[in-house]
């Protein structure tokens, strides 16, 4: 509720702005002309709004008017971003302005970016979260909660149209959010440093430097405010860019050298557009602080994919209730309903019963390599400290705005993660010294009421190891969709002990047989449901990760109709 009125409230007070402004594009256009265009700082003497003021006149049906606002929601510009236009349109220049037919007294400068059109998508990313919440709430209500994992997973099996549809508007509005701001941080500033190469160096005197900070409630951030003086043609024009990246970040320290290497009065080389004098920049080539523009993509492409994702759910059929099957592979047979006592679901695949072949012995594999556990741990503890580390910088280095210790007890939960992410990824590459289990079977496929038998043999630091036990597990997963998520249950229903040694001679090596219980459910494989069979190795280590690996097996139904009679 509180993630929905505020996103209501923000998108009730964005789009009055919107609406402003779609409504110049209905506007005439005017020739006027400049009757005053000055920068106001706010350390001028004269008073008055800092900022880019304008005046202007013009004509309508032979009456005389006069303007004064810059765009439809803003009265005066940005004094540090307009000194430029300030140039570009002086007293006394002819341009156009809009004019409201229904009002010709009613006039502005310019028209605002096509982006404020997009703005009112913002807040709808807290109004898709509140009403989803509210709605899965509501929907929820009265209902009993479900016993068993079947049950439970079949009955939210399909997906929810409403969900959907929230996934595909919080996936575009992340898609827009993350080209726009890829374009205004990334692209703007890129092609700039690129047309940029060819310009041509001019003699300029810097008027005044310094180094400015922004407060606000993330803490104080830092920007290089360099005004200089240059001449083009005979005519002096004034610039404030120095480089294209024009954004502010923490670190007073780097921006402060920037500063003392150019002092007032001092005489540098800047580079100029040949096709506007007033385009000037002093610094031209690609800064590091750049890239940081490329951090939006991870909002456009996680986007993209929702929005993808999403869209090829709508698309597909829905699956029905209960336990749906998949295709078989080659060498894979589709069970019938005779194979299930009660009649259950269809569609399962066990492996074709291949004569003389089944009873071969077989060498289990392990369901993860250590190797890729390693490179998996490795790969999230990366990406996750790595963003958290842009925002500690920023914590570490605010320069004379002090410690900020409320963006510190925010990346407190963050940190903490990111270093179980680290320690998990330490646990890891320990564990790649581990003994190795290798597992070897009497049998290829397995049926309920056969015997069972397993040979393992340990390599590596045996010696290391005080205990080796060996279970046989059956477990239930169930995939199923809840809202935009996809989730998998699972469930262990039975753990059968085959081994169990202390014995250095009897880790190293053993065997042990067993005979499968008649009444076994069988190995299962569904589109949205399996039963897996697995053999369990785990061996303790004292002060050292443990040896923790799975092998799967097949377990195969009955073919008298799911039990066996000895």
Known sequence: GVFLLVGLGIFAALVPMAARHAATYLWNEVPCTMVESRIVDTTSVEGGAA??????????????????????????????????????????????????????????????????????????????????????????????????????????????????????????????????????????????????????????????????????????????????????????????????MRVSSSGYGPKAEIVAAHPPGARVLCYVNPADPTDAVLQRGWSGSMAFGLIPIVFALAGGGLLYAMVRQWRAPAAGPGLTGTAAPAGVRPLSRSAYPSGGGTGAAVPEPVPGHDDVPVVLAPVASRGVKVVGTLLVALFWNGIVSVFLVQLFSGGRGGFDWFLALFLTPFVAIGLFLLGMFGKQLLSLSNPVPELTLNRRLLRPGDRLEVQWQLRGRVQAMQRLRITLEGREEATYRRGTDTRTDREVFATIDLADAADPAAIASGRVARDLPARLMHSFTAKNNKVVWALRVRGEIPRWPDVDEEFVLTIAPTTNGGIRHD
Not at 53 to 63: E, I, K, L, P
Not at 131 to 142: C, D, L, P, T, V
Not at 184 to 194: H, I, K, N, Q, Y
């Open 51 to 244: 900022g880019w003021h304008v005046r202007y006149a013009y004509q309508v049906d032979g009456h005389d008017y006069a303007g004064w606002r810059l765009n439809v929601n803003s009265a005066a510009g940005d004094a540090r971003d307009d000194l430029r236009r300030s140039q570009q349109l002086a007293p006394g220049t002819t341009t156009a302005c809009l004019v409201n037919p229904d009002d010709p007294a009613e006039s502005v400068l310019e028209r605002q970016s096509a982006w404020v059109l997009l703005t009112p998508l913002f807040p709808l990313v807290f109004v898709t979260v509140g009403a989803g919440g509210i709605w899965f709430a509501w929907s929820r209500r009265g209902e009993k909660p479900e016993r068993g994992l079947t049950v439970r997973a079949t009955r939210r099996a399909g997906a929810q149209r409403g969900g959907l549809v929230a996934g595909m508007v919080f996936g575009g509005i992340f898609l827009v959010v993350g080209i726009s701001l890829t374009h205004m941080l990334f692209l703007r500033p890129l092609l700039g440093v690129l047309s940029a190469r060819s310009w041509p160096a001019v003699q300029a005197t810097v008027v005044s430097s310094e180094v400015a900070s922004h407060d606000s409630d993330d803490g104080t951030t830092y920007s290089v405010e360099i005004t200089y003086r240059y001449a083009v043609g005979g005519r002096e024009y004034l610039s404030n860019r120095y480089s294209f």
